[in-house]
């Protein structure tokens, strides 16, 4: 019974493994599926362990489609602390945080990567004495330590990067994500993957159920 079991639950996960139903369906499909793209809510983040200036992060990512990340939430931030500790990160991380005015100005202003300021938003992160002024152009980035927090640094020196991208709705029925003719080679994909799930769901359920009977055959002989 307990093998049967077994089988029945092996033959549900290779189904679902085969329909590859999930998140990571919506990203864009030019992103490689791999543990550094990751999803959470309605957006996908790529991690990239590349070095690179500020700039030219952000000029990657906005390739691709995306932005580097914005952390505007608590849960935004969490969610980031987690991934880098998951993926045992142990290099400093690029976010879309930058000065906006004369960079020798005491007090300088901060605005995201789209032009919203950071003073708007109700979420912020800094660590201790940060952000720093009166030097050459500051962007943000987040701290390897506890809490993870943000800091500045000149925007040519070389870190990590994290890029963000909006998943594509539920519905698909967008012409951004994929053409016709690339949807319906998915869709082939799909019910091949599906297919061959279930010829090895069958085979498996045929082979314990041949033991079974077997068995039982072999034990009623037994009793005579």
Known sequence: MCICCFMTTLFVALVTVSLGVGQMDRCPSNLIRNPYLKTYKEKCYQFSYDETNWYEAKNKCSSKGGSLVQVRTLW??????????????????????????????????????????????????????????????????LELVEGIPWASH???????????????????NTNEQIDSGQKDAKEQRLNAGMIAGIAVGVLFLGLVGGIVIGYLVLKKRQEF
């Open 76 to 141: 935004v931030q969490k969610f980031l602390m987690e991934s880098l500790k998951s993926l045992e990160w142990e290099k400093k991380v690029w976010i879309g945080a930058h000065e906006t005015n004369n960079i020798y100005e005491e007090y300088p202003t901060w605005e995201w990567i789209d032009g919203t300021p950071l003073s708007y938003s109700s979420y912020s992160n800094w660590a201790r004495d940060e952000p720093r002024c009166c030097g050459p152009r500051m962007c943000g980035n």
């Open 154 to 172: 000149s925007c040519r020196i070389s870190f990590t990067f994290i890029c963000e991208f909006k998943m594509f709705p539920k519905s698909r």
